[in-house]
């Protein structure tokens, strides 16, 4: 088997990274995609699409809150 250098690894495109971290939210990620994100990922890229997508989360569940909430004392 061939061993690819640095420079001759393929990139991971946007999609793929954002796909990647919400599979692992959600625990759905194969350890096949896992691997592969760790050798040839950029770990900046994922610490921030895992971190805004966090954000997004949190956001999500306090308009569900809030929308109970309100539902519930009108």
């Not at 946007?14 to 990620?29: E, K, N, T």
């Not at 900046?44 to 539902?71: C, N, S």
């Amino acid at each position: 088997m061939k061993q690819e250098k640095p420079s001759e690894q393929r990139r991971q495109s946007l999609g793929r990274v954002v796909g990647s971290v919400f599979a692992s939210m959600f625990g759905v990620q194969s350890r096949k995609k896992h691997q592969d994100d760790f050798e040839r990922g950029n770990p900046t890229l994922y610490i921030v699409v895992g971190l805004i997508a966090t954000a997004l989360f949190v956001v999500a569940v306090w308009a569900v809150v809030r929308l109970v909430i309100a539902a519930a004392a009108a």
